[in-house]
T-cell receptor, first 113, second 114 residues
Framework: GDSVTQMEGPVTLSEEAFLTINCTYT??????LFWYVQYPGEGLQLLLK?????DKGSNKGFEATYRKETTSFHLEKGSVQVSDSAVYFC????????????FGQGTELSVKP | DAGVIQSPRHEVTEMGQEVTLRCKPI?????LFWYRQTMMRGLELLIY????????DSGMPEDRFSAKMPNASFSTLKIQPSEPRDSAVYFC????????????FGSGTQLSVL
C-alpha cells in the first residue's frame, strides 16, 4: 500500500545551521505531498505542500521539491532557529482518498542556541 | 474561527472503564478524521467521516473502539472497555473536500489508562 518513510530523529542542530530532513514515498499513482509540523503540546499544522512533480512548496523559509524520479520530498531550510524546534511529518494523499493523509513516523528537530 | 476543539485535554482512567473523547470540527468542513499518536507507532488514522458518514474505519484497532458523528458539528470516539495499551494522544482533524489535503488539527486528548 501507499506509505511514507522519513529519516529517523532526533536531529540536533546549532542555530543558523542548514537543515535537511529526508522523506521518500511509495504510491500507486501520483500523490500530493505535504510537510506538517507539530510544536510541543499542540496538534499538527500544515507547513507546505506540492501537488505535482517538480513543484516546490515553501513557507517560513522551509522548502521541499516534489521529485517523481526519486519518489522524494526532502525538507530543507538554509538557517534554522531555536523556534523551529518541533516534530516534522511528511505525508501524502491520493486524489481519490477524500483528503485521507498517510503520515511518516515524524522527525524530531532540536535547535540549540 | 475557534479551530478544531477537542475535549477533554487530558483523561486519566482505570483499566476497564469507558472513555469518550469529543471533537467539534471547524464549521463548514465536510471531512473529519480521528488519529492516534504513540511513540511506538507514530500517527495512525483510526477512522474518517465525510458529511457525517464513516468512510473508512479500517484503522480502528478492535471492537472496543467506536466512533460516531451524529451531526456536522460533533463527533465522539469511544473506548469500552479501556486498556493500558490504549494510552496515547488522540487527535481529531477536519478539512474541506476542496482543501487539497490541508487538515486542521485539534490540540489532542492525552489519554492515560492505568
Amino acid at each position: 500500500g501507499d506509505s511514507v518513510t522519513q529519516m529517523e530523529g532526533p536531529v540536533t542542530l546549532s542555530e543558523e545551521a542548514f537543515l535537511t530532513i529526508n522523506c521518500t514515498y511509495t504510491a500507486t499513482g501520483y500523490p500530493s505531498l505535504f510537510w506538517y509540523v507539530q510544536y510541543p503540546g499542540e496538534g499538527l499544522q500544515l507547513l507546505l505542500k506540492a501537488t505535482k512533480a517538480d513543484d516546490k512548496g515553501s513557507n517560513k523559509g522551509f522548502e521541499a521539491t516534489y521529485r517523481k524520479e526519486t519518489t522524494s520530498f526532502h525538507l530543507e531550510k538554509g538557517s534554522v532557529q531555536v523556534s523551529d524546534s518541533a516534530v516534522y511529518f511528511c505525508a501524502l494523499t491520493m486524489y481519490n482518498q477524500g483528503g485521507k493523509l498517510i503520515f511518516g513516523q515524524g522527525t524530531e528537530l532540536s535547535v540549540k542556541p | 474561527d475557534a479551530g478544531v476543539i477537542q475535549s477533554p485535554r487530558h483523561e486519566v482512567t482505570e483499566m476497564g472503564q469507558e472513555v469518550t473523547l469529543r471533537c467539534k470540527p471547524i464549521s463548514g468542513h465536510d471531512y473529519l478524521f480521528w488519529y492516534r499518536q504513540t511513540m511506538m507507532r507514530g500517527l495512525e488514522l483510526l477512522i474518517y467521516f465525510n458529511n457525517n458518514v464513516p468512510i473508512d474505519d479500517s484503522g480502528m484497532p478492535e471492537d472496543r473502539f467506536s466512533a460516531k458523528m451524529p451531526n456536522a458539528s460533533f463527533s465522539t470516539l469511544k473506548i469500552q472497555p479501556s486498556e493500558p495499551r490504549d494510552s496515547a494522544v488522540y487527535f481529531c482533524a477536519s478539512s474541506l473536500s476542496t482543501g487539497g489535503g490541508k487538515l486542521f488539527f485539534g490540540s489532542g486528548t492525552q489519554l492515560s489508562v492505568l
